[in-house]
């Protein structure tokens, strides 16, 4: 019997019809990346580990030849990327790849604002970080952005207000000032707040209140996140059961997403992957918490990383998954830096879950949909799991 074989048990009755990185959680703008396993920085692999060298080497070779001809590298790598039609590969500026990584490893320097662009091209802050620059000068949620170092923001992209909010352009460290012009109603007034290095807090643990039931939140997955995935579970109360929210997280890291599927799965395959027709495997640690009642709870924004966890637990008969279809992307990018420092993000496989269901285009139906209020859907499923559970014992 195949390792696949092992995993892909038939569905339970019960659980509904028939039933998959640029990270956007803490850049407050882009899609999800897939980050997979080397020796090099933390979940991922080098273009030159992998037998997708061939499309790296096309845009090394365009780099390098407007290198040669005194013309931009990094545009150069753009124009071959948005040729190949590739919706996922991107080309990052040293700058900015220096704080996908920073991101990624669950700090980043700003002021602990996010934000989005309205429709009419004016940007809300959306959220306040508590304990960050911004909450400090009494910022938050709802108050309008209208300038940042006396540059109006109205009608840019949200990327590039965050790109200013840093000091991209002067690789402006934490201590350095930037100026912000707000306005909350009818009031106008100019804010200066001084950059900090902040985390990401990308896990957050609640109990739901009237019960055991532990909510454990998975905002993206940085360095460390698994391990905190872990611990939440230990600690939960004994016999209760766990929501695993998972609305609107952006991926992250792979090597974390397995660590947290290890949580509740005692080994076992958590996905395949290929590179290039290469195929690989992802597996969990043993000993994970197989008994207690899990809901995983998704929606359209949950991406890449995240639906690989979901993926495995769902075809692994683990959880029950609540919400609405997933964001669908499934497929495997690896980096490539070019000769002017910035780096290439480029496609070189797809992974699939432990069933060899393909995730990327298509996300992940769930097993029961959340209705107008999902977290209390649920809340309510995870009941008639511990019920179900009571009874069989």
């Given at each position: 019997?195949?390792?696949?074989?092992?995993?892909?048990?038939?569905?339970r009755?019960?659980?509904?019809?028939?039933?998959?990185?640029?990270?956007?959680?803490?850049?407050?703008?882009?899609?999800?990346?897939?980050?997979?396993?080397?020796?090099?920085?933390p979940?991922?692999?080098?273009?030159?580990?992998?037998?997708?060298?061939?499309?790296?080497?096309?845009?090394?070779?365009?780099?390098?030849?407007?290198?040669?001809?005194?013309?931009?590298?990094?545009?150069?790598?753009?124009?071959?990327?948005?040729r190949?039609?590739?919706?996922w590969?991107?080309?990052?500026?040293?700058g900015?790849?220096?704080?996908?990584?920073?991101?990624?490893?669950?700090?980043?320097?700003?002021?602990?604002?996010?934000?989005?662009?309205?429709?009419?091209?004016?940007?809300?802050?959306?959220?306040?970080?508590?304990?960050?620059?911004?909450?400090?000068?009494?910022?938050?949620?709802?108050?309008?952005?209208?300038?940042?170092?006396?540059?109006?923001?109205?009608?840019r992209?949200?990327?590039?207000?965050?790109?200013?909010?840093?000091?991209?352009?002067?690789?402006?460290?934490?201590?350095?000032?930037?100026?912000l012009?707000?306005?909350?109603?009818?009031?106008?007034?100019?804010?200066?707040?001084?950059?900090?290095?902040?985390?990401?807090?990308?896990?957050?643990?609640?109990?739901?209140?009237?019960?055991?039931?532990?909510?454990?939140?998975?905002?993206?997955?940085?360095?460390?996140?698994?391990?905190?995935?872990?611990?939440a579970?230990?600690?939960?109360?004994?016999?209760?059961?766990?929501?695993?929210?998972?609305?609107?997280?952006?991926?992250?890291?792979?090597?974390?997403?397995?660590?947290?599927?290890?949580?509740?799965?005692?080994?076992?395959?958590?996905?395949?992957?290929?590179?290039?027709?290469?195929?690989?495997?992802?597996?969990?640690?043993?000993?994970?918490?197989?008994?207690?009642?899990?809901v995983?709870?998704?929606?359209?924004?949950?991406?890449?990383?995240?639906?690989?966890?979901?993926?495995?637990?769902?075809?692994?008969?683990?959880?029950?998954?609540?919400?609405?279809?997933?964001?669908?992307?499934?497929?495997?990018?690896?980096?490539?830096?070019?000769?002017?420092?910035?780096?290439?993000?480029?496609?070189?496989?797809?992974?699939?879950?432990?069933?060899?269901?393909?995730?990327?285009?298509?996300?992940?139906?769930?097993?029961?949909?959340?209705?107008?209020?999902?977290?209390?859907?649920?809340?309510?499923?995870?009941?008639?799991?511990?019920?179900?559970?009571?009874?069989?014992?």
């Amino acid at each position: 019997m195949s390792g696949r074989d092992l995993f892909c048990k038939p569905r339970r009755a019960g659980r509904g019809a028939a039933l998959t990185l640029v990270f956007a959680g803490v850049l407050v703008a882009g899609a999800a990346t897939g980050s997979f396993p080397d020796s090099g920085h933390p979940g991922r692999r080098t273009a030159q580990d992998t037998a997708g060298a061939t499309r790296h080497e096309a845009v090394e070779k365009a780099a390098a030849d407007a290198l040669a001809d005194g013309k931009s590298p990094m545009e150069a790598a753009q124009r071959a990327v948005s040729r190949s039609g590739d919706r996922w590969s991107a080309v990052y500026s040293e700058g900015e790849y220096q704080e996908f990584e920073e991101a990624l490893d669950g700090e980043y320097t700003g002021v602990g604002l996010s934000a989005r662009r309205e429709r009419d091209g004016r940007i809300e802050v959306t959220g306040v970080r508590p304990g960050s620059p911004a909450a400090a000068a009494g910022i938050r949620g709802g108050d309008r952005l209208r300038s940042v170092d006396g540059e109006s923001v109205d009608g840019r992209p949200v990327t590039e207000v965050v790109s200013l909010l840093r000091g991209d352009a002067h690789d402006a460290p934490a201590g350095t000032t930037v100026r912000l012009g707000l306005r909350r109603g009818t009031r106008a007034w100019t804010e200066t707040l001084r950059r900090a290095r902040l985390s990401t807090d990308s896990v957050a643990v609640s109990r739901l209140p009237g019960g055991d039931a532990t909510v454990i939140r998975i905002a993206a997955f940085t360095k460390g996140s698994g391990d905190l995935v872990r611990t939440a579970v230990r600690r939960a109360p004994a016999g209760g059961g766990i929501i695993l929210d998972l609305r609107g997280s952006s991926g992250g890291l792979v090597t974390e997403a397995v660590t947290a599927a290890s949580a509740f799965l005692d080994g076992g395959l958590v996905a395949t992957y290929d590179v290039d027709g290469e195929q690989r495997a992802l597996h969990a640690d043993s000993g994970g918490d197989t008994a207690r009642p899990l809901v995983a709870l998704v929606d359209g924004g949950t991406m890449s990383a995240a639906e690989m966890l979901t993926g495995a637990l769902q075809d692994r008969g683990r959880a029950v998954v609540v919400g609405s279809r997933t964001f669908g992307k499934g497929s495997v990018q690896m980096p490539t830096r070019l000769p002017d420092g910035s780096v290439a993000e480029l496609t070189v496989g797809h992974y699939r879950t432990p069933c060899g269901r393909a995730v990327d285009g298509r996300g992940i139906t769930p097993d029961l949909d959340a209705g107008a209020r999902p977290l209390e859907r649920a809340e309510t499923v995870l009941g008639g799991l511990g019920d179900r559970s009571r009874a069989t014992r």
